[in-house]
């Protein structure tokens, strides 16, 4: 049985969670293959919720089954599909599953999904959404009714380090932390000077916060431009992609692990935050890879 | 019925006073040749055309229409003749969509002293009008 | 203004097959100014009309007529004798226009020439950019005249989103990400203790739709 997840946050060591996205479809079989695959090896795994607004499996499926293997889940829950009512219920059920992390997320818009015709809900954002935790928390709905049953959660939301302009994110993250969420994934890491003076002022906010950085594992050069060019938040600096573009033939992923080894262990070595969520879309098999070349 | 050798395109041409009408003219002036199937109306500046005028024009009958304007960079009134061009492209869609054509619809660039390019495009639009065939309105 | 454009004229032109008397009415306020609907479209719409009429081998009566607005019955009672004349009305009005229209007159179809996109202004001429939502609860004294609801992609009431880019938004790089425009704009104001606070859940039954407003 796994640690609870806020008591790994809480104990001092460097944390480590990662990810696994659900199938299009019932066919759990890869999903069960990457949850026992990694849920040892990491302190939490997330479950994406329909990631880029591609309709899957839910989140709230994948950490029962989780749960249900002994690992240690973090519920992601966007605010994109559900309403106010929808989440709230959720909630309640994830709680009963003994889930109890949950990242809460505004959500990507429709268009960039498959399903593009489809009524973007956003009844609430991922900051109301973190409100809405404590307040469920403290016993009452969002309707001001009294619970018959509460909830208590760990909850985390995300950050863009590498937000461009920076600053409208930074007071974006200062309201995450006042409405409640004690843990922050952010969006991939590649530079870490930009990211140490980040976490210099994400500490002068509050030193108890946990920050861990996000690793997006990288499978090619044109994975890297590509993102740069497309991804909001994301910055592969040349140097990396120069990297990655001199690997030879077939060992494009290789150089990408070894990329993403290295920025762990650095971060770990000089204490940048307090640790990372590792990011393989579609290549969760590799994530023991990644630890491996961090060194753990 | 007429048959396609005997059919003469009656085409209307909205021409700027300040290049294209003063191309014609000249044209008249140097004895060029043109085909007598063109009516001109002569407009302040081609961006007076209206998209109402060329569909009117077809309405009542026209088997094709050009708008002649000043060159790009030389428009009396600045950019009369760009406006033109996009009514004119408007126009070509309008005229795709109810089963006309938009090749019955050309707009020409000329200046002043081009009077051999004005009745070479008379020429080139009756030309083309005739290989069209009568328009589908007339006589309806 | 509400801003709206025309359909396609195929579309149009499915529309009225079967009637014989159409009357194309267009409306002078609104739809005018965003070149979709005034007398001029009228009558371009019309002149196409007929034209691919006679080229399909069909003869139907046009009539055309424009109204100062569709959207109040006591602007309509002029056509009152023209209705009787025609099978169907085809409108060149928003959405209001067309069922003010059939509301006045019941016993008629009438059709919409038109698609009702939103509440906007002209950016320059030929643009028109979406406002206003109508949301029923108007939070620009907090935003800095910059509305999130309309604005935003996703309507966020504390935003950015994780999807802005160089102050544009990830839905369309064309179009700014309001929040950050609000952040630059409390910030040229000189509040941006604005952006600092916390916006609870939106009311969304503000105004319970379908609307209806009375004077007491």
Not at chain 1, 21 to 43: A, C, Q, S, Y
Not at chain 2, 2 to 28: M, V
Not at chain 2, 66 to 95: D, P, Q, S, T, Y
Not at chain 3, 14 to 41: F, N, P, Q, S
Request: include cysteine.
């Amino acid at each position: 049985m796994a640690k609870p997840f806020r008591e790994v946050l809480n104990s001092g060591k460097f944390v480590v969670t990662s990810e696994v996205g659900p199938p299009k479809g019932t066919n759990l079989e890869e999903t069960l293959r990457h949850i026992d695959l990694l849920k040892d090896r990491v302190d939490a795994l997330n479950v994406t919720d329909n990631q880029s607004s591609v309709m899957r499996y839910p989140s709230l499926g994948g950490c029962i089954l989780i749960k249900e293997r002994g690992g240690e889940p973090i519920l992601q829950m966007t605010c994109r599909d559900r309403n106010r009512l929808a989440l709230q219920a959720d909630l309640l059920f994830a709680y009963t599953q003994g889930i109890r992390n949950v990242l809460c997320l505004t959500g990507d818009s429709i268009p960039v999904g498959d399903h593009k015709e489809a009524k973007a809900v956003f009844d609430l954002d991922s900051v109301q959404l973190l409100k809405t935790v404590r307040t469920m928390e403290s016993g009452k709905d969002l309707g001001g009714n009294d619970l018959n049953g509460a909830i208590e959660f760990c909850p985390g939301a995300i950050v863009t380090p590498e937000a461009r302009p920076i600053e409208p994110q930074l007071h974006k993250f200062k309201k995450k932390m006042a409405a409640g969420a004690e843990f922050f994934q952010t969006q991939a890491v590649y530079d870490l000077d930009n990211f140490r003076k980040f976490m210099e002022y994400a500490r002068g906010l509050d030193k108890n916060i946990k920050i861990l950085a996000g690793i997006v594992l990288l499978a090619s050069a044109r994975m890297a431009r590509y993102m740069n060019e497309n991804v909001p938040g994301i910055f592969v600096p040349q140097a990396l992609i120069d990297e990655m573009a001199s690997a030879e033939k077939g060992k494009a992923l290789q150089k990408g692990i070894d990329i993403a080894g290295r920025l762990i262990r650095q971060i770990r070595e000089e204490a940048i935050c307090d640790g990372v969520h590792i990011m393989a879309i579609s290549r969760e098999e590799v994530v023991p890879d990644i630890l491996a070349a961090a060194g753990f | 019925m007429t048959s396609q050798s005997q059919f003469e395109p009656q085409i209307i041409a909205f021409a700027c006073h300040y290049c294209a009408y003063a191309a014609a003219d000249l044209a008249g002036i140097m004895r060029l040749q043109y085909p007598t199937n063109i009516r001109i109306i002569k407009l302040p500046c081609s961006g007076t055309v209206d998209l109402l005028h060329i569909l009117k024009a077809f309405e009542q009958g026209a088997d094709g229409v050009f708008v002649a304007g000043c060159l790009k960079g030389g428009c009396h009134f600045i950019e009369g003749n760009i406006r033109a061009e996009r009514r004119v492209e408007r126009a070509k869609g309008i005229l795709d969509s109810i089963g006309l054509g938009r090749d019955r619809l050309e707009m020409f660039f000329l200046s002043a002293s081009e009077a051999p390019r004005f009745a070479e495009a008379a020429r080139e639009m009756t030309e083309r009008i005739r290989r069209l065939g009568p328009s589908p309105i007339k006589g309806v | 203004m509400i801003v709206a454009k025309q359909k396609p004229l195929e579309e149009i032109r499915e529309m009225i097959e079967g009637y014989e008397r159409i009357l194309v009415l267009g409306c002078g306020t609104c739809t005018a100014i965003c070149l979709a609907g005034g007398d001029k479209e009228v009558a371009v719409l019309v002149s196409s009309l007929r034209m691919a009429d006679k080229i399909s081998g069909k003869n139907r009566l046009f009539r055309e007529h424009t109204v100062e607005r569709q959207c109040e019955w006591e602007f309509l009672d002029e056509i009152e004798e023209q209705v009787k004349e025609v099978d169907a009305i085809l409108s060149l009005g928003c959405g209001v226009g067309v069922q003010a229209i059939s509301e006045r007159f019941p016993e008629i179809l009438v059709l919409p020439g038109l698609d009702t996109l939103f509440m906007g202004m002209p950016q320059e001429e030929g643009i028109w950019i979406e406002r206003c939502s109508g949301c029923g609860n108007c939070i620009l004294d907090e935003t800095g005249g910059i509305c999130p609801i309309t604005r935003c992609a996703k309507g966020l009431l504390n935003g950015p989103c994780g999807g802005t880019r160089d102050g544009k938004c990830e839905v369309d790089p064309e179009k700014d990400c309001a929040w950050t425009l609000i952040y630059q704009r409390l910030e040229k104001q000189g509040k941006l203790e604005l952006f600092d606070e916390y916006h609870p859940p939106r009311n969304f039954q503000v105004v319970m739709r379908p609307g209806k407003f009375m004077i007491k």
